[in-house]
């Protein structure tokens, strides 16, 4: 295990550091983009874990979360944030509720359902102050059947 793969602790967390490139400059083979000059990292602030420098936040914050927060990709997809703060604390009960116990008292990730546009992964918006976690599709349920017309008269 290098130094970079060290195994996690109770008390890591994800982080993100990102800087501008230089012109020329060459790029790691875990950048998929290397025309972008935007590059991203995740360390780790308690015991001093570096992911791969990526091309993408969305990746570093991937890579600090499966560090941080193992078998975080498998927790449940809930509904959006809701805007409006008064919704706030039902939606975090929900939330609570359908993570481990002490999951966000860690500052862990919240998987959250998103369609369309706005696939960002947001430091600061999950119940305990961790990342929410764009997840495109998901937790929706489907619209239940029309019924017959025949059935409407």
């Not at 998987?111 to 929706?140: D, F, I, Q, S, T």
Request: glycine share 12%.
């Amino acid at each position: 295990m290098t130094s970079d793969q060290r195994p996690p602790g109770d008390d890591c967390r994800a982080s993100v550091r990102s800087w501008l490139t230089q012109p020329g400059e060459p790029a790691p083979p875990t950048v998929a983009h290397p025309d972008r000059p935007g590059r991203y990292r995740a360390t780790c602030p308690a015991c001093g874990h570096k992911g791969p420098v990526r091309s993408s936040a969305n990746e570093a914050v991937e890579d600090g979360c499966d560090h941080a927060y193992p078998g975080w990709r498998e927790l449940p997809v809930v509904v959006p944030r809701p805007f409006k703060e008064t919704h706030r604390p039902r939606w975090e009960a929900d939330c609570r509720a359908a993570y481990p116990p002490g999951w966000f008292d860690r500052e862990g990730p919240v998987r959250e359902y998103r369609g369309g546009g706005g696939m960002r992964h947001v430091p600061g918006l999950a119940p305990g102050g961790g990342y929410c976690m764009a997840v495109a599709g998901g937790c929706r349920p489907a619209a239940p059947p029309a019924p017959d017309q025949p059935a409407l008269f």
